[in-house]
């Protein structure tokens, strides 16, 4: 599958804005202030944004193709120039701006030498989802970066991770499967999405965000072709890899309670707070599929520094030695955690997913525990493909 096959998830309203977002971060990242302008109706002067650095100040309109060709390029600058041309009036530059998915540098090359002949005192941009920016106007020359060369099997938008198991790829994940799960076990939302713009607005994360992972999936196949909402395919694969991907050697600190004559109330209070949760073995039992017994209960934490413990005032390190009443952990990804926590008689507990992935990485009979949670409620969603996803 090539790069320009990738974005046919996005629709021209989703390319034109990851492209206004892209073009915005470039002039952002290299000092400009950047002023986006709400668009009014159809055919208005309003210009998708106003750039300004020092006394240069630019227009900007930008158009956005679904294939980086010079034959769809051209026309489109030309569009764009027009548009630019009629929202700066006689007082400021414009500057045209044309996008694409993927755009090979001749390409970008041939839309600026039209560009200089048949306008020559407009600037002109052409920029890509990979990374390729070609500027030609006054103070524009320091934004160019082409020597873009990425294996088509790795493309990916600007800025975007390799890694499949980010924190906030974890949560689509989530949200992904969350529909093949009871509320009770998993708290996400729950519909089908046509596209990146669609997980994002239900995930709450931008459509670059978005975007990212859709690509990325797509590039493994572990999306399914030809359907029209993204479902996820070679589930068994793609679960074992997450599972793969989750640290065994976790921040954690073994904790008492000053007050031990009413632990679990302790316990409450602290879960109270908003920045913890109830994690592996003692989310399970919270969750009615606990297996392993007398453990001390782990609770995740939003964050495991001094300042954070000392705002928990009935809770103390425990000495070398002594028994502690809970253990904290750093939540190792703090969106996806606290995002797909559910509530079981007030009490914040992580997800079923979570709890999967975290008794899985244990060496303290999380194998017999993940086993368990997978036959009693994850195999369907394991097995989505031949389930029917």
């Known amino acids: 599958m090539s790069a320009n096959e990738l974005p046919k998830r996005l629709d021209s309203v989703e390319r034109r804005r990851l492209a206004e977002q892209i073009l915005s971060d470039v002039f952002a990242k ?36 679904a294939e980086g060709r010079s034959d769809r390029l051209v026309p489109l600058w030309s569009l764009a120039y027009l548009q630019a041309l009629r929202a700066a009036g006689d007082k400021n530059p414009p500057l045209a701006v044309v996008a694409a998915p993927r755009i090979a540098r001749r390409v970008a090359e041939q839309v600026l030498r039209f560009a200089g002949e ?58 992904l499967v969350a529909p093949e799960l009871p509320e009770r076990l998993l708290s996400a939302p729950r519909g089908r999405y046509r596209n990146a713009s669609q997980l994002a607005r239900a995930a709450g994360v931008s459509v670059m965000s978005a975007f990212r992972l859709v690509q990325l999936l797509q590039q493994e196949r572990y999306l399914a072709e030809s359907e029209p909402y993204l479902r996820l395919v070679r589930r068994e694969e793609l679960f074992q890899r997450w599972l793969s991907s989750v640290s065994q050697r976790m921040r954690e600190v073994p904790m008492r309670f ?52 000392e705002a928990w005032k009935s809770i103390v390190p425990a000495a070398n030695g002594e028994r502690p009443d809970l253990i904290l952990r750093q939540a190792p990804a703090l969106q996806s955690v606290f995002r797909g926590l559910v509530r079981v008689d007030g009490k914040p507990v992580c997800d079923i997913l979570q709890v999967w992935l975290d008794v899985s990485a244990s060496p303290s009979r999380g194998r017999e525990q993940a086993d368990l949670i997978r036959r009693r409620v994850l195999n369907r969603v394991l097995l989505g493909e031949q389930a029917g996803g």
Request: aromatic share 8%; proline share 5%; glycine share 10%.
């Open 30 to 65: 290299a000092g400009w202030q950047v002023r986006r302008e709400p668009k009014g109706r159809a055919g208005s002067s309003i210009p998708d944004m106003i750039v300004r650095r020092g006394g240069v100040l630019y227009v900007v309109e930008v158009k956005a193709a």
């Open 258 to 309: 000053l007050l031990r004559a009413s632990p679990s109330g302790e316990l409450q209070r602290m879960l109270d707070s908003g920045r913890a949760c109830l994690a592996l073995f003692a989310a399970a039992d919270a969750l009615g599929l606990g297996f392993v017994h007398g453990v001390r209960p782990h609770v995740y934490v939003r964050s495991l520094h001094r300042a954070s413990l």
């Open 118 to 175: 048949y306008a020559p005192d407009a600037a002109a941009g052409v920029i890509d989802f990979e990374g390729l920016r070609l500027f030609r106007g006054p103070q524009l020359d320091d934004l160019n970066f082409a020597d873009v060369q990425v294996s088509p099997q790795f493309q990916s938008v600007p800025g975007a991770s390799s890694n499949l198991f980010s924190d906030l790829n974890q949560w689509m994940l989530k949200v």
